[in-house]
């Protein structure tokens, strides 16, 4: 059932946001150079790599890591980038995960493939069986602030309760926190 509800939302949200989309495209394009999109390897789910679309937010010399553990996030941001970012904008391409079965709508947050501890902590706790998702427990919860056991402990929250309602319950809250831009870092 989770799979059938993700793949009619993922077409019909592409639908309706397809004109959109284009338009954050011609942005992208417009103020900064390089891709439109940025494909990042990704951990899915049994900690298999998948590439992962994104609106490109940094420029295209930015270290490939976690946001948090660059020196200056900010100096890496395009023009637009830093909006793309605080809105989740940069996030719908993943519309496309969604689609393609490497993500959820709901699911813990896939890790980039070099973030070892997040990894392994997920590995030991059985997270690492879930898809990840678009927005998950741990987002509502703290979202970029979140250290990694306190990420975990959530995702592993989720594991345990995860049903229909429950997901229908963090994308509102989703909804929520993305309007006010709540715990955004960068």
């Not at 019909?12 to 992208?28: D, E, G, K, P, T």
Request: net charge positive.
């Amino acid at each position: 059932m989770k799979r059938a509800f993700d793949l009619i939302l993922a077409v019909f949200a592409s639908l309706l946001l397809l004109l959109f989309l284009a338009l954050l495209a011609v942005a992208v394009r417009l103020t900064s150079r390089g891709p439109i999109l940025y494909w990042s390897d990704r951990i899915g789910r049994n900690n298999v790599i998948f590439r992962m679309p994104k609106f490109r937010s940094m420029r295209v010399d930015t270290p490939v890591v976690a946001t948090h553990l660059l020196e200056n996030p900010d100096l890496c941001l395009t023009f637009i980038g830093s909006f793309l970012r605080k809105s989740s904008l940069d996030e719908l391409p993943q519309l496309w995960s969604i689609v393609r079965g490497d993500m959820s709508f709901v699911g813990p947050r896939p890790a980039l493939f070099n973030q070892q501890d997040l990894i392994a902590a997920r590995t030991r706790t059985g997270v690492h069986g879930l898809v990840p998702g678009l927005t998950g427990w741990a987002q509502v919860n703290g979202r970029d602030e979140l250290p990694v056991a306190q990420k975990v402990a959530l995702d592993t929250e989720y594991l345990e309760h995860q049903s229909f309602w429950f997901d229908i319950k963090i994308l509102m809250l989703t909804v929520k926190k993305v309007l006010a831009r709540d715990n955004v870092a960068h």
